[in-house]
T-cell receptor
């Protein structure tokens, strides 16, 4: 079963609005990462948050992590049509290969 | 800098046929991964290779084999394709271990009739 589960499965907003996506996971983690996938393309890394961090920012992205609730959220502010994509959280195991477990993703549509 | 290159991009097979999906990375990464992505779902790990010469099973390895040919190349083989293996297959590489990010190819879209 997937370690990460995103909520909502799909989100549709107008350009300029903020988009919030949530990720829940089941076991203890070392890191949580967010990836973006444009239609027909591979995943692209967005941002990493470590288990000892509570919040991280990168441009219009804000990620929070609550290890007590085993959940993370990704906020995209002032969304643009180009932000239309699927967003996935991935949790990292502390092994040599660093296997990551991906959630099922949130599909974001930003209407111009 | 090409990153991760997957070939072919599309393939249609008949049940029982075999084929090999190719993946090459030019970033000198140690770790490489094969995932499958089914419609509306996230990625599931098929096999991974922590370094040249080593491979290990992931979450869904049945029906697949892999070869880490050298540091650059990691191939995925379907010996006898089944309709349940219709999916989009992604190869990824990572420099070392987590929390380094994974770098993905654009996928191979495989249909098995």
């Amino acid at each position: 079963s997937q370690q990460g589960e995103e909520d909502p499965q799909a989100l549709s907003i107008q350009e300029g609005e903020n988009a919030t996506m949530n990720c829940s996971y089941k076991t203890s983690i070392n890191n949580l990462q967010w990836y973006r996938q444009n239609s027909g393309r591979g995943l692209v890394h967005l941002i990493l948050i470590r288990s000892n961090e509570r919040e991280k920012h990168s441009g219009r992205l804000r990620v929070t992590l609550d290890t007590s609730k085993k959940s993370s959220s990704l906020l995209i502010t002032a969304s643009r049509a180009a932000d239309t994509a699927s967003y996935f959280c991935a949790t990292d195991e502390d092994t040599n290969a660093g296997k990551s477990t991906f959630g099922d993703g949130t599909t974001l549509t930003v209407k111009p | 800098n090409a990153g991760v290159t997957q070939t072919p991009k599309f393939q249609v097979l008949k049940t029982g046929q075999s084929m090999t999906l190719q993946c090459a990375q030019d970033m000198n990464h140690n770790s490489m991964y094969w995932y499958r992505q089914d419609p509306g779902m996230g990625l599931r790990l098929i096999y991974y290779s922590a370094s040249e010469g080593t491979t290990d099973k992931g979450e869904v390895p049945n029906g697949y084999n892999v070869s880490r040919l050298n540091k650059r190349e990691f191939s995925l083989r379907l010996e006898s394709a089944a309709p349940s293996q219709t999916s989009v297959y992604f190869c990824a590489s990572r420099e070392g271990r987590a929390p380094k990010p994974q770098h993905f190819g654009d996928g191979t879209r495989l249909s098995i009739l």
